[in-house]
C-alpha cells in the first residue's frame, strides 16, 4: 500500500501561483502512476495531471495545460504541482492519487487517493 499526504494549498488571487506537493509513503517503489484530480463544489472529480513512475511521462488535462506544471521529486518521493496564472475556476479540493496499475484520467484508474488540499482563487 501506499500514504498520500497532500499540502501547499490556500488563497490566492487570480493570475497568481501556488505550488501542491504530494509526499508518498508505503510500497512506492512499485508505483505506476501518480496524478492530480481536483473537485470543485456539485462537480465532479477533474484529472488535472499525470506523471508515471517508470520513465516520468506526463499528461495534462485540457483546462490546466500551459499553466500547471508536475514534477517528482526523487529525494523525497513526492510530486507537486506548480500552478500558475490561477483563474477562479480553478478553485478546488486537489487530490493526490496513485496507482499499481495503469495510468489513466478517470477517478476509478486510482487505488490509493490523498485527503486533499484546498485551492482558492479569488480577489
Known amino acids: 500500500q501506499v500514504q498520500l499526504v497532500e499540502s501547499g494549498g490556500g488563497l490566492v488571487q487570480p493570475g497568481g501561483s501556488l505550488r501542491l506537493s504530494c509526499a508518498a509513503s508505503g510500497r512506492t517503489s512499485s508505483l505506476y502512476v501518480m496524478g492530480w484530480f481536483r473537485q470543485a463544489p456539485g462537480k465532479e472529480r477533474e484529472f488535472v495531471a499525470l506523471i508515471t513512475w517508470s520513465d516520468d511521462s506526463i499528461y495534462y488535462g485540457d483546462s490546466v495545460k500551459g499553466r500547471f506544471t508536475i514534477s517528482r521529486e526523487y529525494a523525497k518521493n513526492s510530486v507537486d504541482l506548480q500552478m500558475n496564472s490561477l483563474k477562479p475556476e480553478d478553485t478546488a479540493d486537489y487530490y493526490c492519487?496513485?496507482?499499481?496499475?495503469?495510468?489513466?484520467?478517470?477517478?476509478?484508474?486510482?487505488?490509493?487517493w490523498g485527503q486533499g488540499t484546498q485551492v482558492t482563487v479569488s480577489s
Open positions: 492519487a496513485a496507482s499499481y496499475r495503469r495510468a489513466g484520467t478517470r477517478p476509478r484508474d486510482y487505488e490509493y
